[in-house]
C-alpha cells in the first residue's frame, strides 16, 4: 500500500511538472482575443456534467475548489486525488463562411485531506482562462481599396492563465462551514497584429505588432455551506451555498515590440521590455442551493454575477460589461450501496448553463448556454472515474460577429483512500 501512495505522488509531481511548463492552448475562440482571454465551465468532470453547479455542492468523496467551505466534509482519516484531461473541438460560423478547429490535453490536478475532525484542506492546479485565435482579415473600404488595394491583416493570440490554490475549511458549529482559497494567478498571453501590404507598393511597409503579458499575483476567496437536514436517518437535506471572489489588481509584466518590414530588412519602431502594470479581477458574487433525497436524488441551481465594466486591462479600456450565469444540475444514483448490480451504483448527471458573458462586442452582449451529461464509474474504496460532455453555443452572426458551437469532453479520475490510520501492530 505504501509502494502505490508513493508512486501517485510521484505522478502527481509529474503530471504539475508537465501541466505547468507545458500549458497548450486549449482553446481557439476569437472572443478570447478580448479581457483576460476565454474563461470555460469551471471545475473538474463530476460537476460538469451538471452544468459547472459548485456553490452548495458538498461531496465526502470528491473535490470541489470552487467552494472551498466544502473540504471539511471529508472523513478524518481520508485522502482524494483528482486529475483530469479535456478534449473538444469547435465550430465557427460567420455570415458568409465556417470553419473548426479541435483542442486538448491536461486540465488540473488537486489533492484533498484532513487536518481534524473539523478542519479539511485541499491544494491544487487549475486552468482559470485561455487564449487562443488565428484571424485574417482584408481591407473593405473602397477609397482604400482603389488606391492602395487588398490589405491584409493577421491577429494571432495564445496562452492562458493558471491558478494554483491552497484552502482550508472549518466548522465552527454544527451544519455549518466556512472557508477560503489563496490561490496564486500566473501564466503568459502573447498577442501580435500583421499589416500586410501588396506586393505591388513598395512604398508601404509591413507592420508587425507584438505583445507579451506575463502574470503572477495573489488572491483570496472565501466559502460558506450550511446543511439543513429534513431526514437525517434517510439522508435528505439541503445545502445553502455562497462564494465570494475579492477584487484583485494583478500584477502584469508587458514586453512590447513595432516594426517595421520591407523586403528582408526589418526597422524596429518601438520597444518595451518591461512595462508594468495592473489587470482588475472584478469582485464574483454567487449562491446556490442544493436538494439530496435519500442519497439518491441530487439537484441544485445557482446564480453567479461579476461586473467587469469598469475592469481595467493594462491601463486600456475593454468592450467588457456585467456578466451573470444561471446554472442547474441534476445527479442520479439508483443505489450506491447495491454490490449485486453495478449499473445501480453509477451516477447519471445532467446540466445546463446560460451565461451572459462579460464581452459586449458590436452591440452584443455575447451569450452562452450549454447542456451537459456525465456518468460517474464507481471503484473500490469509494474510488470513481468521472466523465462529462458539454455541448454549447456562444455568439451571433450577427453585425459581423461569430456563432461558436462546442463540444467539450471531460475525463478525471478521483482517487479515495484511507491513509491516516494507526496501525494496531507493527
Given at each position: 500500500?505504501?509502494?502505490?501512495?508513493?508512486?501517485?505522488?510521484?505522478?502527481?509531481?509529474?503530471?504539475?511538472?508537465?501541466?505547468?511548463?507545458?500549458?497548450?492552448?486549449?482553446?481557439?475562440?476569437?472572443?478570447?482575443?478580448?479581457?483576460?482571454?476565454?474563461?470555460?465551465?469551471?471545475?473538474?468532470?463530476?460537476?460538469?456534467?451538471?452544468?459547472?453547479?459548485?456553490?452548495?455542492?458538498?461531496?465526502?468523496?470528491?473535490?470541489?475548489?470552487?467552494?472551498?467551505?466544502?473540504?471539511?466534509?471529508?472523513?478524518?482519516?481520508?485522502?482524494?486525488l483528482d486529475f483530469g484531461f479535456e478534449t473538444g473541438a469547435t465550430r465557427y460560423e460567420s455570415q458568409d463562411q465556417s470553419t473548426k478547429n479541435g483542442f486538448g490535453g491536461i486540465h488540473h490536478i488537486a489533492i484533498s485531506f484532513p487536518v481534524t475532525k473539523w478542519w479539511g484542506a485541499s491544494l491544487g492546479l487549475v486552468p482559470y482562462s485561455q487564449v487562443g485565435y488565428q484571424i485574417k482579415e482584408y481591407e473593405t473600404d473602397i477609397n482604400t481599396l482603389s488606391s492602395i488595394g487588398r490589405i491584409k491583416y493577421y491577429h494571432r493570440g495564445s496562452g492562458g492563465i493558471n491558478q494554483a490554490f491552497i484552502g482550508h475549511a472549518f466548522k465552527p458549529i454544527k451544519n455549518l462551514s466556512v472557508g477560503f482559497n489563496l490561490s496564486y494567478f500566473f501564466g503568459k498571453l502573447d498577442y501580435s497584429n500583421k499589416v500586410e501590404f501588396p506586393i505591388d507598393k513598395p512604398e508601404y511597409y509591413n507592420t508587425t505588432e507584438s505583445n507579451s503579458i506575463s502574470i503572477s499575483d495573489m488572491a483570496l476567496s472565501f466559502g460558506t455551506q450550511y446543511t439543513a437536514y429534513i431526514d437525517k436517518k434517510e439522508k435528505s437535506f439541503f445545502i445553502f451555498g455562497a462564494t465570494l471572489d475579492n477584487e484583485t489588481k494583478i500584477r502584469a509584466k508587458r514586453k512590447y515590440l513595432y516594426q517595421w518590414v520591407s523586403g528582408n530588412a526589418t526597422d524596429t519602431i518601438a520597444f518595451k521590455d518591461s512595462a508594468y502594470g495592473q489587470i482588475t479581477f472584478p469582485k464574483n458574487i454567487s449562491i446556490g442551493v442544493s436538494y439530496t433525497y435519500k442519497n439518491k436524488l441530487f439537484t441544485s441551481v445557482e446564480f453567479s454575477t461579476q461586473d467587469w465594466t469598469n475592469a481595467s486591462f493594462l491601463g486600456s479600456k475593454q468592450p467588457l460589461t456585467n456578466s451573470n450565469t444561471y446554472r442547474f444540475g441534476l445527479e442520479y444514483t439508483p443505489n450506491r450501496y447495491d454490490l449485486r448490480s453495478y449499473i445501480k451504483r453509477i451516477s447519471y448527471r445532467f446540466g445546463y448553463h446560460y451565461s451572459n458573458t462579460y464581452l459586449k462586442l458590436n452591440g452584443h452582449q455575447i451569450n452562452e448556454m450549454a447542456f451537459s451529461t456525465g456518468l460517474g464509474f464507481p471503484f473500490r474504496n469509494n474510488t470513481k472515474f468521472n466523465a462529462s460532455f458539454e455541448w454549447g453555443k456562444r455568439g451571433t452572426t450577427n453585425d459581423g460577429l461569430i456563432k461558436e458551437t462546442y463540444g467539450i469532453f471531460s475525463l478525471s479520475l478521483t482517487f479515495y483512500d484511507f491513509w491516516f490510520i494507526k496501525r494496531k501492530y507493527n
Open positions: 500500500m505504501q509502494n502505490i501512495k508513493r508512486t501517485f505522488l510521484t505522478s502527481a509531481l509529474i503530471i504539475v511538472s508537465i501541466f505547468a511548463q507545458a500549458q497548450s492552448i486549449n482553446t481557439y475562440s476569437p472572443y478570447s482575443r478580448y479581457g483576460v482571454g476565454q474563461i470555460p465551465t469551471r471545475g473538474f468532470a463530476g460537476t460538469k456534467g451538471m452544468g459547472g453547479i459548485s456553490q452548495a455542492v458538498r461531496n465526502p468523496y470528491g473535490i470541489n475548489y470552487l467552494n472551498p467551505a466544502s473540504y471539511s466534509t471529508q472523513d478524518s482519516m481520508s485522502f482524494i
